[in-house]
């Protein structure tokens, strides 16, 4: 008996407390307790953060979290949850609303986010994460946001089938990171698109970026990036697929571009690119690759492309044509004419002709769409010009 009675208060020492919020709480709250469980209805926030946690182990769950602020500094908002300091915290099943920030999390190692749901204010990012490595965004829903996540100096980030759309600037915004993982997220219809920037050895796979068609727009953009990866995913309806600037053995390989105004563009700011482009698919792209970098390094190999002739013969994706249309975008309105057409059918078949070494010798013929939507001319002709517009 006297062992059974230890063993019960055993168990109600290791037993993590929890806190019920019971119909509707006003905020603001600050909670310091390691290891608190915290579940409830509705807290409504007034001034500043309207949750924080400040303590680590910390499990918020089933919450409605409304209102916070008023401050929108992008880098410092008022969060409807704000953490410091909160290794191995758990958000779970949160409902945001009216907050400039959904979530900021500070110095929080391990951090989970699951299953948020929230829509912002157009001021600040969804979900704003620094200096948090091994952190966790997963199955959540992130619209209205300036970025829907935004990530700084967070090695070893997850961000796992997520929806972000309609938010002002990025979906997904990946600065000094490493060895991230971006996978199976869909994003859409966010006024730039999404950007994976200065970090080293990150992974962006199996996503759906679709429907960024700003003049600037682009699905994803790979900034100053090392040995990353750019594998499996599927880029629709963009202005821009995927950009290139400055990517240092980058692995681009399994994607499929279609209906894109340009599908890949290599372009630089500061180096040349090199990145291996091998087994992507290109169909019904006003253009399938775009070259703003004559000494890039890049490896095209084994690519299919509904331009491709149907014999196993050498295929140039970006033709001497493509490197002048990069300078002068405005010549988009002759992509479709008869001269340019021959012209680059003959640099494909006499390498003297090339401004450009960018040849797919294993290139594959996959079936031509019947026409071309000139709503990707248009497209084209307005992303390529404001993209030159806004670099310069």
């Excluded at 469980?37 to 001034?47: D, K, Q, S, T």
């Excluded at 680590?56 to 602020?69: E, S």
């Amino acid at each position: 008996m006297r062992v059974l009675a230890l063993l019960a208060l055993l168990s109600q020492a290791l037993a993590a407390p929890v806190l019920h919020l019971r119909g509707e709480v006003q905020g603001p709250l600050v909670l310091s307790t390691p290891g608190l469980v915290v579940e409830g209805a509705v807290l409504r926030g007034g001034r500043g953060h309207t949750l924080s946690l400040l303590a680590p182990g910390i499990r918020v769950r089933g919450l409605r979290v409304v209102g916070a602020g008023p401050g929108e500094d992008f880098f410092e908002p008022d969060a409807a949850i704000y953490l410091r300091g909160c290794g191995g915290c758990v958000l779970e099943d949160i409902r945001v609303e009216g907050a400039p920030t959904a979530v900021r999390a500070e110095d929080s190692e391990g951090l989970k986010v699951r299953r948020l749901r929230a829509r912002g204010l157009g001021t600040s990012p969804g979900v704003l994460i620094y200096a948090s490595p091994q952190a966790l965004v997963e199955e959540s829903g992130l619209e209205g946001f300036v970025d829907g996540i935004y990530v700084e100096y967070s090695p070893g980030l997850r961000l796992l089938g997520n929806l972000l759309q309609g938010n002002t600037r990025y979906g997904f915004h990946v600065m000094f990171t490493w060895e991230a993982r971006v996978e199976g997220n869909f994003s859409r219809g966010n006024a730039v698109g999404n950007a994976l920037m200065h970090g080293v050895r990150n992974s962006v796979r199996g996503n759906r970026l679709e429907a960024h068609t700003s003049p600037v727009g682009y699905g994803l953009l790979v900034q100053d990036e090392r040995g990353s990866r750019v594998l499996e995913n599927r880029f629709s309806g963009n202005a821009l697929g995927l950009v290139l600037m400055d990517a240092q053995g980058v692995e681009v390989r399994g994607n499929r571009y279609q209906a894109n105004g340009t599908a890949l563009r290599l372009t630089r700011e500061v180096r040349s690119n090199s990145a291996q482009i091998r087994e992507n698919v290109f169909l019904g792209n006003l253009y399938d690759l775009l070259v703003d970098d004559p000494q890039a390094q890049a490896q095209v190999e084994g690519n299919a492309y509904d331009r491709a002739p149907p014999l196993p013969v050498p295929h140039l994706p970006a033709s001497s044509f493509a490197l002048l249309l990069a300078r002068q975008p405005e010549l988009s309105l002759f992509a479709l004419s008869p001269g340019v057409v021959l012209w680059e059918a003959a640099e494909a078949q006499v390498p003297e002709l090339r401004l450009l070494s960018l040849v797919d010798k294993k290139a594959k013929a996959v079936p031509r769409r019947a026409g071309l939507d000139p709503s990707l001319v248009l497209l084209g002709l307005a992303g390529g010009l404001l993209w030159w517009r806004w670099r310069s």
